[in-house]
């Protein structure tokens, strides 16, 4: 099956700094990228989707001048977390849509891990 | 906004026992998706039957769609310890928003050995 790849897989950093997040298709080209968040022992939410050479569009509650998305090609997704505070402190995942016999099924990263101190 | 209720929201059960999870939503779909997770990992993807398909199979996995009822299960046969993990399922429509998934809250499974 398709591979999307996130890096890094993990990060710690201090309040106030920003953290980029990459999603990768490896082995296909996406149009359209989804960015979900998940909270321990919670399920996904997702945050915005993500629109290859066009804005994002966010979901209601989402900050997107907080949450900075970019799909500058159709492999590559960031997600840029500005000023970060502690409540940002979560597991984000990203997932690529490849249209399969008109499912377009979603193929989903393996999540990075973001821990603000 | 958080589409799918599945129940239970915790499962305990034997290894060689079978683990039943049910998953319904609110709106109308193209698809559903059932996802698996283990702690701390990403998503798996498991099995993906469509709104014009009444049942699925894929090994031990057997999964249900009931559109009447806006409701799915997805039943798991002679579970092993490595079952273990969350069980989630996702609503797809695609007449919105280019076809995000919508999760439920997911059902926690743990297999004893």
């Known amino acids: 099956g398709a591979v999307v790849s996130q890096h890094p897989s993990r990060v710690i950093c201090k309040s106030g700094t920003s953290v980029k997040i990459e999603c990768r298709s490896l082995?296909?080209?996406?149009?359209?990228m989804f960015w979900y968040r998940q909270f321990p022992k919670q399920s996904l939410m997702l945050m915005a989707t993500?629109?290859?050479?066009?804005?994002?569009?966010?979901e209601q509650g989402v900050e997107k001048d907080k949450f900075l998305i970019n799909h500058a090609s159709l492999t590559l997704s960031t997600l840029t977390v500005t000023s970060a505070h502690p409540e940002d402190s979560s597991f984000y995942i990203c997932s690529a849509n490849q249209p399969s016999g008109g499912a377009n099924e979603q193929f989903f990263g393996p999540g990075t891990r973001l821990t603000v101190l | 906004s958080q589409q799918g209720e599945e129940d239970p929201q915790a499962l305990s059960i034997q290894e060689g026992e079978n683990a039943t999870m049910n998953c319904s939503y609110k709106t109308s779909i193209n698809n559903l998706q059932w996802y698996r997770q283990n702690s701390g990992r990403g998503l798996v993807h498991l099995i993906l039957i469509r709104s014009n398909e009444r049942e699925k199979h894929s090994g031990r996995l057997r999964v249900t769609l009931d559109t009447s009822k806006k409701s799915s299960s997805l039943l798991i046969t002679a579970s092993r310890a490595a079952d273990t993990a969350s069980y989630f399922c996702?609503?797809?429509?695609?007449?919105?928003?280019?076809?995000?998934?919508?999760f439920g809250k997911g059902t926690k499974l743990s297999v004893k050995p």
């Open positions: 996702a609503t797809a429509n695609y007449g919105g928003s280019q076809g995000n998934l919508i």
């Open positions: 993500s629109n290859e050479g066009s804005k994002a569009t966010y």
């Open positions: 082995d296909f080209q996406a149009t359209t």
